[in-house]
Each structure stands twice: as structure tokens, then as C-alpha cells.
């Protein structure tokens, strides 16, 4: 990756609002490029690592369509970790190299980098700060199973699977507590941007 780029990197849990925050900094005219869109992109169908995919776990692991079905999948990798870490290995380094293409064609002053495992994935070593978004674990629940329909327990256990809060909070730079509205949730990544401006144009001078 070139020098040329600042870049953040924001996370945070499941339902603590990145979305929202990636979206404003969007809006304030900042590239954003988003690991899970990055994610779906490398198992396109034509992609050489749907084929691999196909190949290591059997024909019926794609749809009629050719596309690859994600509910077989992920009970595939769910009830056997070593396939897990095999669709790891595969998979890790092509979205980091998509994720690393999306940055070095950024044209706004810095970039964004939003992953839910940021952390977890070592994606956190292409952005020079980490932002989380930050939510009270009550509060994260009650917006997931609203927004998703999901049944708590399902919730739980996907919070369960990602890295803490505090993990989280040890890797970061800079902390949203997104506990109030939108609205002052807007105002928080505005106070952050005009901060991403300044620091960007300083570590390019």
C-alpha cells in the first residue's frame, strides 16, 4: 500500500452502529471501503476462489445459479474448525489484497477502512489509527434482535464469536460511545473528521 493514504480503520461489534458511522464519513466526501463488501466480492462467481471453494467442498456447496449457497457453507465450516481455518487461509489474503486495492485508490484525503474484525483478521495493520464504536452490551442486544429479528441467544452467541469489547477498546485510538441519537452520533464522526484532516495532511507533508 502506498504511504499516500491515511487510514482508519473503524469496528466495532455487531449492532454497535459502524454502519452509521461509515456512512457519515462517506457523506463528508471520504472513501470508504468496507471488508465484508470485500468479503463477498472474492467468492464471485468467475473467481478463482469459488472454484477452489467448489472444488475443496463438493458441487452441492454452490447454488443452481453457479453462486456459492453461504447458509451451506457456513454449516460446513461451523461443525468442523479445521475447514474453518482452511476457508481462512484461502479467503484471508484475497480480501486483504481487495481491501488494500479499495485504500490505494482512495481520492479523498484520507480513507476508512470499516470491518467487523478488524482486529481479529489483522486488517488493523493497514490503517495507521483504529476507531471504535463503541455500545453498552445491553444496548448492542436489544438494537440487534430489533433490527435482525434474530432471537437473543442467536445474538449472544454471534457477540460470543467476536473479539470483546474490551479487546476491542485495547486496540483503539479513538472511541464513539454510540449510547445517544443519530444525531449526536453525526457529531461525534464530524469532531473526528476535522481530526483525520489535519493528521492526514500532516503525515503526508
Known amino acids: 500500500m502506498s504511504n499516500m493514504t491515511f487510514v482508519v480503520g473503524v469496528t466495532g461489534g455487531i449492532g454497535s452502529g459502524k454502519t452509521a ?40 456447496i454452490l447454488q443452481a445459479d453457479g453462486t456459492l449457497d453461504r447458509a451451506q457453507l457456513r454449516t460446513a465450516i461451523f461443525k468442523d474448525p479445521s ?20 485504500l490505494k485508490n482512495a481520492s479523498s484525503p484520507y480513507a476508512i477502512l470499516v470491518s467487523p474484525l478488524l482486529v481479529e483478521s489483522g486488517q488493523s495493520q493497514l490503517t495507521q489509527r483504529v476507531l471504535v464504536v463503541d455500545v453498552p452490551e445491553e444496548l448492542q442486544l436489544q438494537r440487534t434482535v430489533n433490527r435482525d429479528n434474530n432471537p437473543p441467544e442467536q445474538v449472544k452467541a454471534i457477540m460470543a464469536a467476536q473479539a470483546s469489547r474490551q479487546q476491542r477498546l485495547n486496540y483503539a485510538d479513538d472511541v464513539i460511545v454510540n449510547d445517544g441519537s443519530l444525531m449526536d452520533l453525526q457529531e461525534k464522526v464530524e469532531a473526528l473528521h476535522q481530526q483525520y484532516l489535519t493528521m492526514a495532511k500532516t503525515s503526508s507533508e
Do not use: Y
Not at 52 to 57: D, L, M, P, S, V
Not at 86 to 102: C, D, K, T, Y
Open 21 to 60: 458511522v461509515s456512512d457519515h464519513f462517506q457523506r463528508l466526501g471520504i472513501t470508504v471501503v468496507d471488508a465484508d463488501l470485500a468479503s463477498r466480492v472474492v467468492v464471485e462467481t468467475g473467481r478463482p476462489a469459488l472454484a477452489e471453494i467448489a472444488a475443496h467442498f463438493g458441487p452441492e
Open 83 to 102: 475447514e474453518r481455518q482452511w476457508l481462512e487461509s484461502l479467503l484471508h489474503p484475497l480480501i486483504r489484497q481487495e481491501i488494500a486495492s479499495g
